[in-house]
């Protein structure tokens, strides 16, 4: 059965840390690992990673995925009360990205 | 707004009544997923359409779900029977002509079954 697991659950930081949030998955006919922000209501994409050892950045979130070990970790800097969210990881198999299997989130609560 | 849209945003329910979601998606997007969420675990896969046609459902989707989207652009997910298991927050997703690219997400629609 496929797996995505996320941890922390949750996490509690002041306004200016830097959090790491993990993923790590078993599932069979990997193709790509998904970050999503849901505040909420929708989740909000944030990044698409296909291929091992390259950075994804956008601003102060940044993300990167080892196929060999089978997880990626969201990084996000000099955080601010705004990226209070749940943090959703997602892997797609086949060639479907929108069919995807999600983790239950790691949930930010970030404190000025 | 051009994002994906569902409606209504919140429905109350009895047990044993009928309900139908509507989800408009993304204009040129011909790619379509129901998915279901409840509450402190992450959204779960119910059915995939490509234009009108339902590719793929979900062991998920019991014999009282069914989905349509008739003419490949807005679709409805319709619970029959419903029980309190049901109370979910369903959520429609729309994606692009490539099936390698991501998913955008509406905003859901929340069943809280009574």
């Known amino acids: 059965e496929d797996k995505v697991v996320q941890s922390p659950l949750s996490l509690v930081v002041h306004e200016g840390d830097t959090v790491t949030l993990n993923c790590s998955y078993e599932?069979?006919?990997?193709?790509?690992l998904l970050w999503y922000k849901q505040e909420k209501k929708a989740p909000t994409f944030l990044f698409m990673l296909?291929?091992?050892?390259i950075e994804k950045k956008s601003g102060r979130l940044s993300s990167i995925l080892d196929k060999k070990e089978l997880f990626s970790i969201l990084n996000i800097t000099a955080t601010q009360t705004g990226d209070s969210a749940i943090y959703l990881c997602a892997v797609a198999k086949g060639t479907n990205a929108g069919k995807s299997t999600f983790g239950d989130g790691t949930t930010l609560t970030v404190k000025p | 707004d051009t994002g994906v849209s569902q409606d209504p945003r919140h429905k109350i329910t009895k047990r044993g009544q009928n309900v139908t979601f509507r989800c408009d998606p993304i204009s040129e997007h011909n790619r379509l997923y129901w998915y279901r969420q409840t509450l402190g675990q992450g959204p779960e896969f119910l059915t995939y359409f490509q234009n009108e046609a339902q590719l793929e459902k979900s062991r998920l989707l019991s014999d009282r779900f069914s989905a349509e989207r008739p003419k490949g652009s807005f679709s409805t997910l319709e619970i029959q029977r419903t029980e309190q298991g049901d109370s979910a927050m369903y959520l429609c997703?729309?994606?692009?002509?490539?099936?390698?690219?991501?998913?955008?997400f509406g905003q859901g629609t929340r069943l809280t079954v009574v």
């Open positions: 296909t291929s091992s050892g």
């Open positions: 997703a729309s994606g692009g002509g490539q099936l390698n690219t991501e998913a955008f």
């Open positions: 599932v069979t006919n990997f193709r790509s």
